[in-house]
């Protein structure tokens, strides 16, 4: 891990995105990929950076060195998001929903109640309609989607009421990502969307800026939230992916025997994150629990219901018509 001010990042941006577009002949020795996170360091995601970073120092001798930069040193998912774009910073990870700024169909994949399971979640790499996806971002942004990793099922939290059912957070502050499909999910259930970049979330519920959030229980647990949260109910209402995303110019630019290094390290990396959430998601309640949390399993189908009668037909425009069904069925 690699420790870097947002303010330094942006005054060295503009020699970064020279520094990627250069042929690799003319680089330094050392091809030097910058890799920024919004997830502090006691995140799987995070570890499993720092795992690709340590596989493909060894395996290229050296000659390829990702640097990781989380916990939201430069800015947040959307900033991250435009310096892989313009090419100041190599890679991110993000969710499918965020990425939806770039290219608004790719938002579907991390639609609420489509997933049955991670493993059906999980198909949606191989899927033609994700394949046209990824051609598209390249095209229009020139932002490859280098893999899919599971980021787990989402859960409701909140600070002072205990809820049962949907009714019971009509009109409460809920905490979103800046992304209109989560505004719209939580706005079905009566509450009120209120978006929060997650780098302010602990501050924005321990000053009850807002009264609740939703997350998957690991970033719940390594991110504190349970200090700042005292009810955790079980909703499960997204089953959520994130795309690591690199900048296409640089991949591109790789030897290809190091672009194939890359590629097997992600891969292992990912095997090796995806089993960790899983794993962690099986005891963090009890972790949460114990840590003081009043653990709720709801009426799901409150919470379901108003979502699944309004939000795919929403937003089919944006998705392409089809596309829920396609994604469902797989």
Known sequence: MTKLTKRAFLAGSAAGGAMIAMPTVLRAQATVMRWGEMLPTTHPQVQMVDRIAKE????????????????????????????????????????????????????????????????????????????????????????????????????????????????????????????DTFRAMVEAWGAKATPVNFNELYLALSQGAVDGQENPLPTIHSAKLQEVQKHLILTGHIITPRLIVINEEFWKGLKDADRTIVETAIANGVTWQDAELANQEGSLVATLKAAGMSVTEPDLESFSKPVLATLPKQFESKWGKGTWDALAAL
Do not use: C
């Open 56 to 179: 493909v120092k060894e395996k290229t001798s050296g000659r390829v060195d990702i640097q990781s930069f989380p916990a939201g040193q430069l800015g947040s998912g959307k900033d991250m998001m435009e310096s892989v774009a313009s090419g100041a910073l190599t890679m991110t990870t993000d969710g499918a929903a965020a990425l939806g700024s770039f290219l608004p169909q790719l938002s579907v994949v991390e639609a609420p109640y489509l997933w049955r399971d991670p493993a059906h979640m999980s198909k949606v790499a191989k899927a033609p309609v994700f394949t046209q996806m990824n051609d598209d971002l390249i095209k229009k942004r020139g932002l490859r989607m280098a893999a899919v990793t599971y980021y787990g099922k989402r859960h409701l939290t909140t600070g002072s009421k205990a809820v049962k059912s949907a009714a019971d957070v009509v009109g409460l502050k809920l905490r979103v990502p800046p992304v």
